[in-house]
């Protein structure tokens, strides 16, 4: 096993970063000290107006809500990479699990199954593309754009066979949203702070939705997971040297099926979580999802697929989808359409500057048991 643990490597730093990171987060603090800095010398200024609105309470409480969706997934896709299994189908599996969550909610009226189906649901048709891929040895890219194209039409179709339309606004039973549940004691201190206080940002935290916490909990977990057991081991060896995973006597069959049902298990939490934060499912267009798979991608390749490295590059998309609001309503001059472009500026941005990200050795390599490498 020696030689499979050497050839996977270790994600126990996380933050080692190379230049192209560290050009990212630097010029991102960098540019927000300037902010403050700005800010507090003019504050009747269009950076005071900035950092106003970087200190509300509610822009906090957004960018977390919305990061759990994306942070969630992103910690199943680098389980299902790191073990030579890329799964595009993020996005799909989020999709499927937000209507399944919703639906199950609203027929049983409780939370708890609709949470369990829409994680059952992400996981069979993870299950799906596992066999294809791993099986089948079919193409892993096509496979995984197939799965999102399928829950893209299902979800919606199951919709309106369900309840005559592809959003579920008007269920027969209203589904309710998650609310906040902050922590006792700590969250009554905080409740009493003004709106622009510099301690904003904990505010959020500690009032902050059950899914919030769960997010959390889960990238600590995965970085345990990978780093500090032997399962993470195999995942890590399967992805770099499945030969000599191998040889060693591991299925590398049965740790990449574990690896993608896995993946699925966490993007059906975070499809869940999606539609519990609104109540309802919607299908028009690119479905309430809205791209946040990919953009899942993004975020663990950012974070060099470290699940701690992955949420935190989650927070810089989603803190640029949660000013959108609040910067239309500032009087800055900013045009509405520009404004709603920042997430997406983020993206490409962050994109081209980790071109360079090193995949796994055997991404997306099929292997056979003995067969010569």
């Known amino acids: 096993m020696s030689e499979a643990t050497a050839d996977a490597g270790s994600d126990d730093s996380w933050l080692s970063m190379d230049n192209s990171r560290v050009l990212v987060v630097g010029s991102v603090a960098v540019a927000l000290v300037v902010l403050f800095l700005a800010g507090t010398l003019f504050p009747d200024s269009t950076a005071g107006a900035l950092v106003d609105i970087l200190l509300l309470p509610s822009t906090w409480s957004s960018t977390l809500t919305l990061a759990v969706p994306i942070a969630l997934a992103a910690v199943g896709g680098i389980f299902a990479e790191k073990s030579g299994v890329i799964n595009i189908g993020l996005e799909g599996l989020l999709i499927i699990s937000a209507f399944a969550a919703i639906f199950a909610a609203d027929t049983t009226g409780s939370l708890w199954l609709g949470f369990g189906a829409g994680i ?9 593309f596992a066999v294809v891929c791993i099986e089948f040895r079919a193409n892993q890219i096509i496979a ?18 369900v309840y005559g339309g592809p959003n579920t606004a008007s269920l027969s039973n209203s589904v309710p949203t998650v609310r906040n549940a902050g922590i006792p004691v700590v969250s009554p201190v905080f409740d009493s702070l003004a709106e622009t206080s510099i301690l904003g940002p904990f505010q959020a935290l ?15 977990l995965g970085w345990y997971v990978l ?16 030969k000599a995973l191998d040889t060693s006597g591991v299925n590398v069959h049965r740790v ?10 966490f993007a059906g939490m975070g499809g869940a979580a999606l539609s519990y934060n609104v109540g309802q499912f919607t299908g028009s267009g690119q479905t309430m999802v809205n791209g946040k798979g990919f953009i899942a991608i993004v975020a663990y390749l950012f974070g060099n697929y ?8 989650t927070f810089l998309f989603t803190m640029l989808e949660a000013i959108q609001t609040p910067l239309q309503y500032a009087g800055i001059g900013v045009p509405r359409t ?6 997406y500026v983020g993206v490409i941005v962050v994109l081209a500057l980790v071109g360079r990200t090193r995949i796994p050795a055997a991404a997306g390599d099929h292997y056979e048991t003995g067969e010569d490498r």
């Open 227 to 242: 780093n500090r057991t032997k399962f993470g081991m195999w995942v890590r060896a399967s992805g770099e040297n499945p």
């Open 120 to 128: 059952l649901a992400s996981v069979l048709l993870a299950a799906v």
């Open 338 to 343: 520009l404004v709603q472009t920042l997430p």
């Open 206 to 220: 500690f009032r902050a939705s059950p899914t919030v916490y769960l997010m959390f909990a889960v990238a600590i």
């Open 144 to 161: 995984g754009l197939a799965i999102w194209l399928i829950a893209l039409g299902f979800a919606p179709f199951a919709a309106r066979i």
């Open 306 to 313: 470290n699940p701690i490295g992955a949420l935190l590059s």
């Open 256 to 265: 990449r099926y574990a690896a993608v049902l896995l993946s699925g298990v």
